[in-house]
């Protein structure tokens, strides 16, 4: 099992930025591609970033695509979401998640095996 707690959300302008981060604790975290997805309200569960085991390779989607940097501390056992330039469209619940290494890294939700909580996300207009 692989515990994972986000943290890092909150209420930010159009324009502003958000750092969040995701704690790991159980299984050997660096085991474990990671990845970021959220869901607003009404809507499906949308993949947002992943990254590797040893952090060398990376995916965006493309409404994050440079605006955003995901990033892993496996000494600290934590990844993080850089959010640049948001939007009021990026208002969600950001999740981040567990998974098997893959390649190409998977953007499927159903790929993952372990889920956190989640971390709210408003951006104002």
């Known amino acids: 099992q692989v515990q994972l707690v986000e943290a890092g959300g909150g209420l930010v302008q159009a324009g502003g930025s958000l750092r969040l981060s995701c704690a790991a604790s159980?299984?050997?975290?660096?085991?474990?591609?990671m990845g970021w997805f959220r869901q607003a309200p009404g809507k499906e569960r949308e993949f947002v970033a992943a990254?590797?085991?040893?952090?060398?390779?990376?995916s965006y989607a493309d409404f994050v695509k440079g605006r955003s940097t995901i990033s892993r501390d496996n000494a600290k056992n934590t990844v993080y979401l850089q959010m640049n330039s948001l939007k009021p469209e990026d208002t969600a619940l950001y999740y981040c998640?567990?998974?098997?290494?893959?390649?190409?890294?998977?953007?499927?939700?159903?790929?993952?095996?372990?889920w956190g909580p989640g971390t709210q996300v408003t951006v104002s207009s």
């Open positions: 159980g299984r050997t975290f660096r085991n474990y591609a």
């Open positions: 998640a567990a998974g098997r290494e893959s390649y190409p890294l998977d953007v499927d939700y159903a790929a993952y095996d372990y």
């Open positions: 990254i590797s085991w040893s952090g060398g390779r990376v």
